[in-house]
């Protein structure tokens, strides 16, 4: 009798690099525990401090652990709630990484196409590559429906008007300047079809983005994140459609 093995599961990865965390958590609690030891009774008070701002640093950590276990797939379904499917959609994913939010609309899709791009920086997702993003989409079940191409959302390789629907989650704060996001914001507006519909879940710059995109007449909303689906309590969600 041959042996059963259990299905392998998709891997939507760790955002960012581990190492760091690990780093912050246990230099904050060697530095504590220096502090708490030494007789200098300013020295002891600056420990207590510190372990007020340890224990902050740990519950941070904590909070961000469980959005890259649980967190961003509640999230991903409320970002993909927020399209009204008739699965016949054009959808660009930007800063897929492992494919999250490419390979979930893509599960929404009869006759259309997920496609999802990304620059693979290594210190955006551990392990960030093409090769794991087609992984995932083969056991995932879409691998018909998705492309993954390596493009820049500052320039992208597509006509205008070519998408319905176009998603994105924490990638375009990671553009340095203002101008380089306001760019990827027209340029997002640019391949947007009429009638298509923008969603963005990011920490910061929102209002910025909204404002490039109502310059280019886009009806637009932001909407408070929910603290069980989100990195960082202060995340939010803007919501554009021409």
């Keep these: 009798m041959s042996a059963t093995h259990p299905k392998a599961k998709p891997d939507y990865g760790f955002d960012g690099t581990p190492i760091n965390y690990l780093l912050i958590g246990v230099g904050a609690c060697a530095l504590t525990i220096f502090l708490l030891t030494l007789s200098n009774p300013l020295l002891k008070i600056l ?92 056991l995932e079940g879409v691998f018909d429906k998705v492309e993954v191409k390596n493009a820049d959302v500052q320039k992208m390789p597509f006509p205008d008007g070519s998408f319905d629907v176009v998603l994105s989650n924490l990638c375009i704060h990671n553009i340095n300047s203002k101008n380089g996001r306001e760019q990827a914001c027209r340029e997002i507006a640019r391949v947007l079809k009429s009638g298509g519909k923008v969603i963005i879940g990011d920490a910061i710059h929102l209002e910025e983005y909204a404002e490039v995109f109502r310059t280019t007449g886009m009806t637009v909303e932001i909407l408070r994140g929910r603290f069980l689906e989100n990195a960082m309590p202060w995340n939010k969600i803007l919501e554009a459609s021409n």
């Design 47 to 138: 420990g207590v401090i510190f372990l007020v701002l340890t224990a902050v640093i740990i519950g941070v950590m904590a909070k961000f652990i469980y959005y890259v276990k649980i967190g961003k797939l509640r999230l991903r379904d409320r970002l993909l709630s927020m399209v009204d499917w008739k699965g016949n959609e054009a959808v660009l994913d930007i800063g897929t990484g492992r494919g999250l939010l490419m390979i979930g609309a893509a599960k929404r899709l009869t006759s259309g196409k997920s496609t999802g791009i990304d620059i693979w920086r290594p210190g955006d997702m551990h392990a960030n590559s093409l090769r794991n993003t087609l992984n995932n989409a083969r």
